[in-house]
């Protein structure tokens, strides 16, 4: 405070009031373009009183969308941690023809609008679709089930690991994992002991992404679910159906929930943050 | 003799950066590979180490083949230039390491452990450091820790790698006493990579000076320091004043200098190239003589005089500044050289010695 404090009081006045012209638009564009909507959600959630919050909440359909999001973010966390470390080790470890390539690939689902992974997945395993006639045969049931949902999201979320791991893993070079063998380590510990730990906060942190965008994720997932109540129908697509059938309460109590988690995520990435530096 | 090197060769892409590389290293031996960056030296190192391998060429442990084995088979200790420590485990635990990864069977127990590390963290001196974290150490802690670190495993051969040049000047030389110290307590076998030429010779038994992918010679610090086998070796030692000299019956001679010291050479008459050391070459006041001082200028213990004759040659020299005392601008002088090494042949261009480099980093820009 002080040392700024000189500089601050030789500058002009003019400079001060723009300043905090400025500070005052970004509060206020803060205010209404993000705490006052995601206040009003609470608001009108609560607003006929905690009994039908509740009620709403507890309604076999949204029940169930909880626990299917759960679930999609359960089994989709493990296979981005395993993909997004593999991913970065080989190419912060190893130059090979095609790494170019590979990182192109990881960051791909970034630049791909989510409804596009969606419709490419119904044109691959639809019943008209290339491989649908053999899924078909096998009698096993990909789209509009748990396993579509399940790889859409994979795909949409697949980047977020690596990103956060291979600059960290480039930075760090590969002397501590070079000692580690020189020490008598095999290839498994010196992952668990060296990389594992040197790694961990950005691996944490690319999980909270990776977790915070599968459960929120609406437009891939809305094509090949095909939104059946009480099956296939994950908490944003629960939302938009309640909005659609005008069950604004409803809709509303689904969405604080789905907030309330998204605001947990963001604290832990904070925390995360906190401690990374 | 323990470790046997032969015909190693290693490329990176187009670039050839070891050429047939021949080295035996005796058991307790301390060697040192000198050079500048780019010489190579690194690479034999980490492919000692089991970090590189050759491709073409021998490497072997008392006749057991080290080539056929992995870093972890050959236990070798490696000091790298970072000190590469484990900035999530203790100093403790960063020293017990190589212990605690060892298969169970063989693996101590988990007080046998502490007291290795105990013993070894008394011996390193620092002792007061068990419970810190590399972060909260300083950088010649750090490499007491690294070395600590590579001995733990009780190594058949340690491998250091640039290990002071990431130290001020006085730590350096602390340490470089130090590790002496260590290498004569344990009588490990050791070769460590540097390019600065007064760590190498004030440390090791025997210095391999490497130049583009070759060893340029092998010796004991004073043959290497008083008989520099190749131009390179001279240059590289400071000897950086090159005359044009011609050969008669053994003996070198050139106008205004007073080669006389110099003992006679196995050398062919006719042209060859006198390499000296600027400290080498003392101006006596000679009114015949060729050269005149041009430029004085104290560094506070020593002077140096620069001269130069009609056809621009021009020669620096340093002496103590009391034997300088008689020495005026101007003045013409004769050169005596008090010693200096000859090579056959005049490829080399006339003396151009503007500085006297410490080190090779220096030396090349």
Redesign the interface.
């Given at each position: 405070m002080t040392p700024a404090a000189a500089p601050a009081a030789l500058a002009p006045r003019q400079d001060l009031r723009t300043a905090n012209l400025l500070i005052g638009l970004a509060v206020a564009l803060t205010l209404f373009i993000v705490v006052v909507p995601l206040a009003y959600i609470f608001w009108r959630a609560l607003s006929e009183g905690f009994a039908v919050f509740a009620q709403n909440i507890m309604a076999p359909d949204t029940l169930h969308a909880i626990w299917l999001t759960t679930v999609v973010a359960v089994i989709t966390l493990p296979i981005n941690l395993v993909i997004g470390i593999s991913a970065a080790w080989l190419i912060a470890r190893f130059t090979f023809p095609g790494r170019k390539l590979l990182l192109t690939i990881i960051e791909l689902p970034f630049s791909i609008s989510p409804i596009i992974a969606g419709v490419c997945y119904l044109l691959l395993y639809g019943r008209q679709g290339l491989l649908g006639p053999a899924l078909a045969a096998g009698d096993i049931k990909i789209l509009f089930a748990l396993p579509g949902i399940v790889l859409v999201t994979l795909f949409v979320t697949s980047p977020f690991v690596a990103r956060e791991v291979l600059p960290l893993m480039q930075a760090q070079g590969s002397?501590?994992e070079?000692?580690?063998?020189?020490?008598?380590?095999?290839g498994w510990?010196v992952f668990r002991?060296?990389t594992l730990?040197?790694i961990r906060w950005a691996l944490l942190y690319g999980a909270v992404l990776a977790t915070a965008r599968a459960v929120g994720e609406f437009g891939a997932v809305s094509v090949v679910s095909g939104a059946i109540r009480g099956q296939t129908n994950t908490l944003p697509l629960q939302i938009e159906l309640l909005f659609n059938d005008l069950n604004i309460v409803g809709a509303f109590a689904a969405a604080s929930t789905l907030t309330l988690i998204a605001l947990v995520v963001l604290v832990l990435k904070t925390v995360i943050e906190g401690r990374t530096r | 003799m323990t470790l046997a090197i032969s015909h190693l060769a290693r490329r990176f892409g187009a670039t050839q950066v070891l050429r047939g590389i021949d080295l035996q290293v005796r058991q307790g031996e301390l060697i040192a590979l000198l050079g500048p960056s780019g010489s190579g030296k690194t690479t034999l190192l980490r492919i000692i180490a089991g970090l590189d391998w050759p491709d073409a060429g021998a490497l072997s442990f008392d006749g057991s083949d080290w080539l056929a084995k992995s870093a972890a088979e050959r236990r070798i200790g490696f000091v790298f230039q970072h000190y590469a420590l484990f900035p999530h485990m203790t100093v403790r635990d960063n020293i017990a390491f190589g212990l605690s990864v060892l298969p169970r069977a063989d693996r101590p127990g988990k007080a046998q452990i502490a007291a290795t590390v105990d013993r070894l963290l008394a011996f390193l001196q620092i002792g007061g450091l068990a419970d810190r974290y590399p972060a909260e150490l300083s950088g010649g802690q750090r490499q007491r820790v690294a070395l600590g670190r590579a001995m733990a495993i009780e190594p058949r051969v340690l491998l250091l790698d640039e290990p002071f040049g990431a130290l001020d000047a006085q730590v350096r030389r602390d340490l470089r006493r130090w590790l002496r110290g260590v290498h004569d307590s344990t009588g490990t076998t050791t070769v460590f990579v540097t390019h600065d030429q007064e760590e190498a010779f004030e440390l090791a038994d025997r210095v391999v000076v490497m130049n583009g992918g070759v060893i340029e010679q092998i010796g004991k610090p004073d043959e290497i320091y008083d008989h520099p086998a190749t131009p390179f070796v001279a240059r590289f030692l400071g000897l950086t004043v090159e005359l044009p000299v011609t050969m008669r019956a053994g003996r070198a001679h050139a106008a205004g200098l007073d080669l006389t010291v110099l003992p006679r050479r196995a050398i062919p008459d006719g042209p060859a190239t006198l390499f000296l050391r600027p400290a080498d070459i003392l101006p006596v006041p000679d009114p015949e003589a060729p050269f005149r001082v041009t430029e004085m200028a104290t560094t506070g213990a020593l002077l140096r005089i620069v001269a130069e004759d009609d056809t621009g040659c021009r020669i620096e020299s340093e002496v103590p500044r009391r034997d300088g005392r008689d020495l005026r601008q101007g003045q013409p002088v004769g050169l005596r050289a008090v010693a200096g090494q000859i090579f056959p042949g005049s490829g080399q261009q006339p003396a151009q010695p503007i500085h006297t480099p410490k080190t090779l980093k220096e030396a090349r820009p």
């Open positions: 002397e501590q070079q000692a580690a063998l020189t020490l008598g380590a095999s510990q002991r060296v730990p040197n | -």
